[in-house]
Structure formats: structure tokens, C-alpha cells
């Protein structure tokens, strides 16, 4: 596969992963290495990475416990620290190996520890893959809302092996793939076609979506690098999605949704809105409802439940004003930026989800 570039750096993809990693090295020679991985990724990924290694530098393994609620500003303190006592400089490279937990939050460490350091990212899930290789978003949790803390920072290069995607249980994988579907259906409807009957993909149909998805996001992040237009499309299905999935972080009552899962279920909800703003056809509504439950299930969001996920929406990153901005669809590929919704519309788009 041709590898992309992005910005100033390059996604390289397969076996030309380690080509080019290693020649990196060899031309840049960074003084000392360090690994961030979860106990996870030390496991299973580690190994096969550091035996396709060719360098003389010192390489130190730093292992951070997995999952969403360790993505923290507590966290990168430890991470800066260990650094600091593992004596990290300015020359050092930090190569973040796993999934968007990891790549977030270790370019972020990096890209504040002594005012910037280089790093790599090599993505290991579906999810990390397709949304956290092109864009050069860093950032951490604050408390159960997501990224509200981190930096634009390009990494020196992405490698995407497909190979680590063994590595991963299927929850994980269909997680990713609500990602795939986003870009589908607000960009590529040929995607969307491609994924709808996502049991049907392959190995090598995974490989395509996987280059297909970097492409999108690519081409979107080279013309809005910040998110003042084109980028916004990247949202759609993540207002309602990010607070659901807040919301069940964050109650000791319900179990926590995977990003996808959650994305799923604002996509249906989003899709709805747009139904009933824009007429958006109720037949691709429909459509994108049986599809997103049968890849995903149904989850149960009680009325209950409607005041504290509303009450979410409002620490939104997209917000301006105090007015809650939904990305909405006239269409697939046609969208609408900046949108806001009634209360009442999304209550009757989460009796819809559930109904």
C-alpha cells in the first residue's frame, strides 16, 4: 500500500512500516527511546515491534493501565515524571504503541514534556487506526468528559499494521467501525455501502476500509486543519454519542459502552434530528437504524437517564455561546454544520433509538 502524507509527516502502512521506521532512525538518532504501552499492547504487540527494531539507542518500556478512565491529567503527571527520572531530553523519541488511549494521550505527554519531544504513533485497533492517524489531535479526559485537554501536534509518522488488529477482541474491531461508518455517510457513500453488511468484510476487505477511512480523514484534516468548517463533518454522531458515553462512565449503574458503541447510538439519534430538520430520507434512516443494532446491539437508555446525558451535552467541545452545535445531514455526503437542536428533539431522538 502507498503510504500518505499528511501534513509534514507520513501514514506508512504494512510491511513498509518497519522500512521506514528504521531508516528514521537511523537518520535522526535519537538519544534515548522510551515505548508507552498498556499491559495490553506490552503483551501482545511489544514483541513483534522491538524485534523489527534497528537502532543503538536505549529503548525503556513504559506500561500505563488500559481503558478510558486512566486517560487523565493524573496520568501524564506519572508519565512526566517517569520521563524525568529516566532522564528523557529534548533528543528523545516517544513511541506511543496501542490503541487511541495511548496515541492521544502519549502525543500529548509528548508534546509538552520539555516543551515538545518527538513521538510516533502506531496505532493497534480498528478505532485508533481509522481516527487517531491523521489530525494531529493530543488530549486527555477531564474528569468523564472527553479531550477537553490537549494540543494540535503532528507526529514524526503513523505506521499502521493491520497484523495487531489479532490482537484485538471483536467488540473492539466493531468499535472501530462505527468510525468507518461516520466517514460513509457523511463523505463516502460507497463506504458505507462497502460496511453496511460488516460481517461480510475479510482480511484484505479490512486492509481497504482501513486505507479507504485514512484517506477521508486525511483529505478533510489537510483542508481544515483546526476545525473551522470541512472538519466539523468528523463530528456527526459524537455530540449525543461523546455524552452517552460520558454518561456511562461516569453512573455506577450502567456499564460502559465502547467509543463505537456509543458513536452508534448518536449516529441513529443524529440521523433522526436530521430527519426532522432537514428531511433527511426516512428510508437511509431506517436503514442506518436496522444496520447500526444489528452490528452493535440494542443498549437500554431509560427516560431516567435523558436529564444527565442532556446535562452533558452542554460541556460539549463544539459549543459556542452556551448553544449546543450538532453536525446534521440533508442527505448522505450532504451535511450542515453548527445545528441546534430543541431538547424536546433529542428526547424524541432517544425515544426513537429505544423504541
Request: overall charge negative.
Amino acid at each position: 500500500m502507498k503510504s500518505i502524507k499528511s501534513d509534514n509527516y507520513f501514514i506508512h502502512f504494512n510491511e513498509n512500516c518497519y522500512t521506514e521506521i528504521n531508516l528514521y532512525l537511523s537518520n535522526n538518532k535519537p538519544t534515548k527511546m522510551f515505548l508507552l504501552v498498556d499491559e495490553n499492547t506490552h503483551e501482545y504487540c511489544a514483541p513483534k515491534f522491538l524485534q523489527q527494531i534497528e537502532t543503538v539507542a536505549e529503548i525503556e518500556i513504559i506500561e500505563i493501565e488500559s481503558g478510558e478512565i486512566h486517560k487523565n491529567i493524573d496520568t501524564c503527571i506519572g508519565l512526566w515524571e517517569t520521563l524525568t527520572e529516566l532522564g528523557a531530553d529534548r533528543k528523545s523519541l516517544m513511541i506511543n504503541l496501542g490503541g487511541g488511549v495511548i496515541t492521544d494521550m502519549g502525543g500529548f505527554v509528548a508534546s509538552t514534556f520539555k516543551r515538545g519531544i518527538k513521538f510516533i504513533n502506531i496505532p493497534t485497533t480498528l478505532l485508533s487506526m481509522v481516527d487517531a492517524s491523521a489530525g494531529g489531535k493530543t488530549g486527555v479526559d477531564l474528569g468523564v468528559l472527553k479531550n477537553q485537554v490537549g494540543v494540535f501536534s503532528n507526529p514524526e509518522m503513523v505506521l499502521i499494521d493491520s497484523s495487531y488488529l489479532s490482537t484485538v477482541t471483536d467488540r473492539e474491531i466493531r468499535s472501530g467501525m462505527a468510525e468507518v461508518i461516520k466517514y460513509g455517510v457523511t463523505y463516502d457513500v460507497n463506504l458505507w455501502n462497502e460496511v453496511k453488511d460488516f460481517k461480510e468484510l475479510n482480511n484484505s476487505g479490512i486492509d481497504l476500509v482501513i486505507y479507504r477511512s485514512i484517506e477521508i480523514k486525511n483529505e478533510v484534516v489537510l483542508e481544515d486543519p483546526k476545525e473551522y468548517g470541512l472538519r466539523k463533518i468528523l463530528n456527526f454522531g459524537h455530540t449525543l454519542g461523546h455524552a452517552i458515553e460520558s454518561y456511562h462512565l461516569e453512573s455506577d449503574q450502567k456499564e460502559n459502552l465502547t467509543h463505537g458503541e456509543a458513536i452508534a447510538i448518536g449516529m441513529i439519534t443524529e440521523s433522526f434530528i436530521s430527519y426532522k430538520l432537514f428531511d433527511f430520507p426516512k428510508d437511509i434512516l431506517e436503514e442506518i437504524k436496522e444496520k447500526l443494532i444489528t452490528i452493535y446491539g440494542k443498549f437500554s437508555i431509560e427516560k431516567s437517564d435523558y436529564a444527565p446525558i442532556i446535562e452533558l451535552l452542554k460541556h460539549d467541545k463544539k459549543n459556542t455561546s452556551g448553544h449546543v452545535n450538532f453536525v446534521l445531514l440533508s442527505d448522505l455526503e450532504k451535511f450542515k454544520f453548527n445545528c441546534q437542536v430543541s431538547e424536546e428533539l433529542i428526547i424524541e431522538s432517544l425515544n426513537y433509538y429505544q423504541n
